[in-house]
């Protein structure tokens, strides 16, 4: 069973950057990996997604000022967030799935100030 653990979120100014990591315990296979958030009121929704075969997919409000990568030594996926805007405040949850099985981790806070 793997277990993520995701790091790196905290407090940031509108245009400022934040590169948040999670961390994968246990087998590093997966179909995909993506980083999904959260916000108070709202649905989790998908921000970034990047498959086995390095495609990836993001969000329209994300594109062009995220992106996601893998590091397959570290077992561990980056999201790189630049020019974050308030509306990008949320809990920011990464996720591996593997025949259809979904594994989530904890969660950290990004918060964008204006």
């Known amino acids: 069973q793997v277990q993520l653990v995701e790091s790196g979120g905290g407090l940031v100014r509108a245009g400022g950057s934040l590169r948040l990591s999670c961390v994968v315990s246990?087998?590093?296979?997966?179909?995909?990996m993506g980083w999904y958030r959260q916000a108070p009121g709202n649905q989790r929704e998908l921000v970034a997604l990047?498959?086995?075969?390095?495609?990836?997919d993001y969000a329209p409000s994300v594109k062009g000022r995220f992106t996601i990568d893998i590091d397959f030594e570290r077992k561990t996926s980056y999201l790189q967030m630049n020019n974050l805007k308030p509306d990008d405040t949320a809990v920011y949850y990464c996720?591996?799935?593997?025949?259809?099985?979904?594994?989530w981790g904890q969660g950290t806070q990004v918060t964008v100030s204006s």
């Open positions: 990047i498959r086995s075969g390095d495609s990836t």
């Open positions: 246990g087998s590093f296979v997966y179909n995909t």
């Open positions: 996720s591996l799935t593997l025949f259809g099985t979904q594994s």
